[in-house]
Nanobody
Framework: QVQLVESGGGSVQAEGSLRLACVVS????????MAWFRQVAGKEREGVAE????????QYADFVKGRFTLSQGTDKNTIYLEMNSLKPEDTAMYYC????????????????WGQGTQVTVTS
């Protein structure tokens, strides 16, 4: 049974920082794509960043480039999203997902999702 558990969300003032973590268990492939998506109520979910654990290659959405950094743990089952210079528009539920391979942050590539962790940025 595949499980993803996110942590690290919370409330922060604009220009502040947060670090999210996601741990996946039960996924049979050591090399895999792990990603962060986010969703605001009433809007579509959008990709934030993804990493292929096999070679560490990453891809970021344009709206987070230079502000967010995605990294992986040595066990290849944990990823971290360091979020700096946060803006009120970054407020959303952040979800972690896993897939066999990365595909340009396309939601339909991912079959397993976590429950999400809320990030709220106040002005």
């Amino acid at each position: 049974q595949v499980q993803l558990v996110e942590s690290g969300g919370g409330s922060v003032q604009a220009e502040g920082s947060l670090r999210l973590a996601c741990v996946v268990s039960g996924y049979r492939y050591s090399s895999k794509c792990m990603a962060w998506f986010r969703q605001v109520a009433g809007k579509e979910r959008e990709g934030v960043a993804e990493v292929y654990t096999g070679d560490g290659s990453t891809q970021y959405a344009d709206f987070v480039k230079g502000r967010f950094t995605l990294s992986q743990g040595t066990d290849k089952n944990t990823i971290y999203l360091e979020m700096n210079s946060l803006k009120p528009e970054d407020t959303a539920m952040y979800y972690c997902a896993v897939a066999m391979s990365c595909w340009d942050l396309r939601e339909r590539a991912f079959g397993y999702w976590g429950q999400g962790t809320q990030v709220t940025v106040t002005s």
